[in-house]
């Protein structure tokens, strides 16, 4: 299976199994910028599940240009504790490099004991909340001698290659970029100086590792800033990177600070692959293309048709640290997906948490969280086959279980289906993918369109049962709920009913919010015919993108708090809040409804009360845990577990951690 992603690949005179690696990104494991076990087992089965590299990082050159959240490779004294990863790399088949790393103006004051970052000019940075001091000559040679000293650190320590950072908005971009290098003396200005200091690095690099030692560099594709480097410029910076010593270019997207995404489900799969073709056709070195390349066949055609090398698999690694080798012995469907929800991974490192993913309940925790085979299988009886029901099924019937799932719909999923009915959502759906062949592979019967009663639970007999009831649609105290223009907003997203011009939603939450896009996305041109329309100048460009977000219906969301979207995730709440804006989609806080009458809305806000004309309402005011069964059976002395939102209202991760937590904990 795919055998141009498991074909080997020499980077200098380094041979790689295969053409998968797993970059640099930030876990958050430590907060004295070292290794420890929870690292060592997070990379080992990175490893062990196949890739052909395994990169750490990011990791600090300086302590000014890290902190001590990030690990670090600042002194000698770190060396020890890396030589130790390395052969644990090594042990399990793969090839191990290392990114260094300096953030420039990016660090954050409060990381770095509150000194002042430092930057090629003293520009204000969005993205630390900070201004720089412009460095000195004798910075620059201070942080470049810091990059020649962690690489022979690195080099040391045993890794097969360095990687330093180029990307992202970090040190090197600075010095690159137009807009935040403002310098007049020979770092700045022209991009001959600009250039300058990563070609120095890198030189000084090469000079100290030696010809035979691989070295590459993530540089970024296109900037994504208005008035910093685009793809065009990245063609002309890739060659004078090849041209200095670097032995392969990783090319990703744009800085943290752009408005364009980077990472979320909003950016199609392979979305930047592109970046990396423009830039492989500049140079003779192998390129790597990164973001969001999630499934087995999208990595092989990558490397078929030439737009890379290499491919990068993060969050999807961990998602699914077997990736690679269920792909090469053709089980790309039991896969676990990377949807790209960024909740447990950019979420938590925006919040300075450690990492975890939301649909792999043992990434972080490989050490604690393993399936062990039981001496006393016992009949497991799943009443729910939303995502927690599912995974707890799947995990029991690893374990040894006699697992069977009764599911009162007609099909598996639960919320699944309705969480990935907005646009840009629909990678939800990937789970259901997912655990329909765990279910086929461990052989669960399912029995749909079967409701769970305590008579069946004791006509069935199990040892232990798995109640995932979920929950109910919450119903707010507003008068006129049952007027014929009232929606619920599961109903709206699961079955997509016809809507008037004029749509209410009453809830700011991020239900409210991903159905205010939903109803506003319908009628919209499909990407299809804008790419037809674009490609004979049928229509106007400005025209066309003005049709792109003019749908249907005209959409107003109601929210009684002050702020809309306080459930949404740090990293994507913007990107959702960007695409509200162009949906045109007003967002009323402080506002709230007070009566529904035949389309007839009642509104207060700031004391006052206005009536708005609505041919639909659609309700998203939250949610309420089920808890009929779990209750029956509780108070009937049968062993069982609630889990999912039958036990907490919570979202998808919970769910599916709580279906893990519950099946490895039935005695």
């Known amino acids: 299976m795919y055998p141009h992603l498991f074909s080997p690949i020499t980077i200098n005179k380094t041979k790689i199994k295969n053409r998968i690696a797993y970059p640099a990104l ?134 097969d290659g360095v990687e330093v950072i180029g990307s992202a908005g970090y040190l090197i971009t600075q010095f690159l970029s137009p807009v935040t290098n403002l310098r007049q003396d020979e770092y700045g200005g022209s991009f001959e100086n600009r250039v300058r200091f990563p070609r120095e690095v890198i030189e000084k690099i090469r000079e100290a590792v030696g010809p035979d030692y691989p070295m590459t560099i993530r540089m970024a594709g296109n900037d994504f800033i208005p008035g910093s480097n685009t793809e065009v410029e990245a063609r002309q910076i890739a060659q004078v990177y090849e041209k200095a010593g670097v032995d392969a270019l990783n090319v990703t997207g744009g800085w943290h600070e752009t408005k364009v995404p980077q990472l979320p489900m909003e950016l199609p799969r392979a979305g930047y692959a592109f970046l990396a073709l423009n830039v492989k056709t500049a140079v003779n070195i192998p390129v790597m293309a990164s973001n969001r390349i999630a499934a087995p066949d999208l990595a092989e055609t990558i490397i078929r048709e030439g737009y890379a090398d290499m491919v990068n698999l ?30 447990g991974c950019t979420d938590q490192v925006f919040s300075g948490k450690p990492v975890y993913c939301i649909g792999n309940p043992r990434a972080s925790f490989e050490a604690e969280r393993n399936i062990v085979k039981t001496a006393s299988p016992k009949k497991v009886l799943v009443a729910g086959a939303g995502p927690g029901g599912l995974e707890a099924a799947v995990t029991a019937a690893q374990i040894g279980h006699n697992v069977e799932i009764f599911e009162k719909a007609d099909d598996i999923g639960g919320q699944l289906w309705i969480a990935g009915a907005p646009p840009g959502k629909h990678d939800l759906w990937d789970f259901i993918r997912y655990y329909r062949a765990m279910l086929k592979k461990h052989n669960i019967p399912v029995h749909l369109n079967t409701e769970v009663t305590l008579e069946l639970i004791k006509r069935e007999k199990p ?44 809830g700011g939450g991020s239900v409210g919010l991903e159905t205010a896009l939903f109803v506003a996305h319908r009628g919209t041109l499909t990407p299809e015919v804008l790419y037809f329309l674009f490609a004979y100048d049928a229509i106007p460009p400005e025209r066309l993108k003005k049709l792109m977000f003019q749908g249907a219906s005209q959409v107003t969301v109601y929210e009684m708090i002050e702020k809309a979207g306080k459930d949404v995730g740090k990293s994507t709440k913007w990107v959702l809040f960007d695409n509200l804006s162009r949906y045109n989609i007003r ?30 309402v659609i ?49």
């Open 314 to 343: 993060g969050r999807v690694l961990i998602a699914d640290a077997y990736w690679p080798q269920k792909a090469k012995e053709g089980r790309a469907d039991e896969i676990r997906p990377c949807v790209a929800c960024s909740q």
């Open 463 to 506: 040892d232990h049962v798995i109640v995932a009831e979920g929950a109910k649609s919450l119903e707010p105290p507003i008068k006129g709920l049952n007027d014929a223009c009232v929606l619920n907003a599961w109903d709206v997203l699961k079955n997509s009913p016809p809507l008037g011009k004029k749509v209410a939603v009453i």
């Open 26 to 159: 930030g876990l958050l494991y430590s907060f004295d910028s070292k290794l420890n076990d929870r690292y060592y087992n997070f990379y080992k089965e990175r490893a062990a599940g196949g890739a052909g590299i395994v990169t750490i990082g990011p990791v600090g050159v300086d302590f000014l240009g890290s902190g001590f959240l990030a690990l670090s490779l600042a002194d000698d004294s770190a060396i020890g504790d890396f030589e130790k990863l390395t052969k644990i790399i090594r042990d399990e088949g793969a090839v191990s490099w290392i990114q260094l790393f300096h953030a420039g103006r990016y660090s954050h004051p409060i990381l770095i004991n509150m000194e002042t970052p430092m930057g090629p000019s003293p520009v204000y940075s969005p993205y630390s909340k900070a201004t720089p001091r412009e460095m000195t000559k004798d910075d620059i040679r201070a942080v470049q001698k810091a990059f020649v000293d962690a690489a022979l650190r690195a080099k040391k320590a045993g890794f």
């Open 587 to 616: 967002v009323n806080t402080k506002s709230r409804v007070l009566s529904i009458d035949c389309g007839q809305v009642t509104i207060e806000k700031d004391g006052e009360k206005v009536v708005k004309y609505y041919d639909n």
């Open 619 to 667: 309700l998203a005011a939250g949610a309420q845990s089920v808890k009929t069964l779990a209750k029956q059976l509780e108070e009937s002395n049968i062993p069982m577990t609630a889990i999912g939102d039958g036990a907490r209202i919570g979202k998808i991760g919970d769910a599916i951690h709580g279906g893990f937590l519950a099946a490895v904990n039935i005695k």
